[in-house]
């Protein structure tokens, strides 16, 4: 276990609807990436937050957006949902922006 | 353009035996090599990091390769098990923006 944890587990949305994924990041850790991994993909990078600051952006379109909170805990918000953004979405946290990152178990979102 | 490429893109053999898994990457300016291990469904999880000077590292059944002068590095599992089944990714960190860039990955499955 990483110590890294994600909320929830399992999500079903329709098109169309917002969704907001979290995740906690491991004691002493203040940074936290946020990937999106297809079925059969490897992870593609979404973006990164540094002391509650985003500190780098994939190339998603801006209805992906992000929070990171003072405990360096961290949302990711999605916007006006889309069939392809059914994924498992990935959080992993690390000491510092360019440290070993440490995954969370994801996130299964489904949107019909 | 950085790019990670892996091979194969799956691979089925019988437990016990040895296999090797090959990355080729173009990334530049290089500045480490990670190899994940990620069960289906679930977060990567680091196997071994490798630097520009490094060329060989071992992590119990798992030996990881690295040729920085033809960019390829290769992860080599001997006497596999059938818990050894999963997708193994690799990834580069470099490029201009010192970012991950992440393979497609390789789907091992181990057969009794």
């Known amino acids: 276990e990483t110590g890294v944890t994600q909320s929830p587990t399992h999500l079903i949305k329709t098109r169309g609807q917002q969704v907001t994924l979290r995740c906690s990041s491991q004691?002493?850790?203040?940074?936290v990436s946020w990937y999106q991994q297809a079925l059969g993909q490897g992870p593609q990078f979404i973006f990164q937050?540094?002391?509650?600051?985003?500190?780098g952006r994939g190339n998603f379109p801006p209805r992906f957006s992000g929070l990171q909170f003072p405990n360096y805990s961290s949302e990711l918000n999605v916007n006006a949902l889309e069939l392809d953004d059914s994924a498992l979405y990935l959080c992993?946290?690390?000491?510092?922006?360019?440290?070993?990152?440490?995954f969370g178990p994801g996130t299964r979102l489904t949107v019909l | 353009k950085n790019q990670v490429e892996q091979s194969p893109q799956s691979l089925i053999i019988l437990e016990g035996k040895n296999c090797t898994l090959q990355?080729?990457?173009?990334?530049?300016?290089?500045?480490?090599l990670r190899w994940y291990k990620q069960d289906t469904g679930r977060g990567p999880v680091s196997l071994t990091i490798?630097?520009?000077s490094e060329n060989t590292k071992s992590n119990g059944r798992y030996t990881a390769t690295l040729d920085a002068d033809t960019k390829q590095s290769s992860l080599h599992i001997t006497a596999s098990q059938l818990s050894d089944s999963a997708s193994y990714i690799c990834?580069?960190?470099?490029?201009?923006?010192?970012?991950?860039?992440w393979g497609a990955g390789t789907k091992l499955i181990i057969k009794p």
């Open positions: 990355c080729n990457y173009t990334v530049s300016p290089f500045s480490n």
């Open positions: 992993a946290s690390s000491l510092g922006r360019g440290d070993e990152q440490f």
């Open positions: 990834v580069v960190r470099g490029g201009s923006n010192y970012q991950l860039i």
């Open positions: 937050y540094y002391r509650e600051e985003e500190n």
């Open positions: 490798m630097t520009f």
């Open positions: 004691s002493g850790h203040n940074t």
